[in-house]
T-cell receptor, first 111, second 115 residues
Framework: GQQVMQIPQYQHVQEGEDFTTYCNSSTTLSNIQWYKQRPGGHPVFLIQLVKSGEVKKQKRLTFQFGEAKKNSSLHITATQTTDVGTYFCAGRWGSARQLTFGSGTQLTVLP | DAGVIQSPRHEVTEMGQEVTLRCKPISGHDYLFWYRQTMMRGLELLIYFNNNVPIDDSGMPEDRFSAKMPNASFSTLKIQPSEPRDSAVYFC?????????????FGPGTRLTVL
């Protein structure tokens, strides 16, 4: 089946440093969503990207969708301890209603 | 709205026992998804329903797993008989498809331990 590859698997940063996680699909996505899961919690929706080359910002978070709609990234500027958690991308192909989740990037922020 | 409700939150059972997980989606949502999360396999889609009808159950690992949605406000995932490798966190999520993001709203999950 179709997969979304996500890297890195783990990332440890010092508070105040930047963080980026990347997702890649071998085929063109119709859209991609990003979720955050806090330790012991459940995934919570952050954003959806639909258009080729789309860039969206939420405060310190910047989301990008590649021109070919095959890759996406999430960048956090000046991380804070509240950013701790696992960040998942989740892709859709064609008219599918279901999401395929990447393996997630677990972010640890050291104070 | 209370969000997606799942019960029980924790379940410990012995191998061979039947396990039933329950989910109440957000009122008005037309899609319901069951996921399993493990360290090894990540977040896997097991099955999803549209307007109470199962659409895709290709993610159900084997015949020991079954899911039902008898009405718009209730769904169950049953494992019979359970095995230790079924130990995982099981999430239910619901969404409303139409205009907008079609994002999925996840419940708090059921942590299942099979001894």
């Amino acid at each position: 089946g179709q997969q979304v590859m996500q890297i890195p698997q783990y990332q440890h940063v010092q508070e105040g440093e930047d963080f980026t996680t990347y997702c890649n699909s071998s085929t063109t996505l119709s859209n991609i969503q990003w979720y955050k899961q806090r330790p012991g919690g459940h995934p919570v929706f952050l954003i959806q990207l639909v258009k080729s080359g789309e860039v969206k910002k939420q405060k310190r978070l910047t989301f990008q969708f590649g021109e070919a709609k095959k890759n996406s990234s999430l960048h956090i500027t000046a991380t804070q301890t509240t950013d701790v958690g696992t960040y998942f991308c989740a892709g859709r192909w064609g008219s599918a209603r279901q999401l395929t989740f990447g393996s997630g990037t677990q972010l640890t922020v050291l104070p | 709205d209370a969000g997606v409700i799942q019960s029980p939150r924790h379940e410990v059972t012995e191998m061979g026992q039947e396990v039933t997980l329950r989910c109440k989606p957000i009122s008005g949502h037309d899609y319901l998804f069951w996921y399993r999360q493990t360290m090894m396999r990540g977040l896997e889609l097991l099955i999803y329903f549209n307007n109470n009808v199962p659409i895709d159950d290709s993610g159900m690992p084997e015949d020991r797993f079954s899911a039902k949605m008898p009405n718009a406000s209730f769904s169950t995932l049953k494992i019979q008989p359970s095995e230790p490798r079924d130990s995982a966190v099981y999430f239910c999520a619901s969404s409303l498809h139409g205009r907008g993001y079609n994002e999925q709203f996840f419940g708090p999950g059921t942590r299942l331990t099979v001894l």
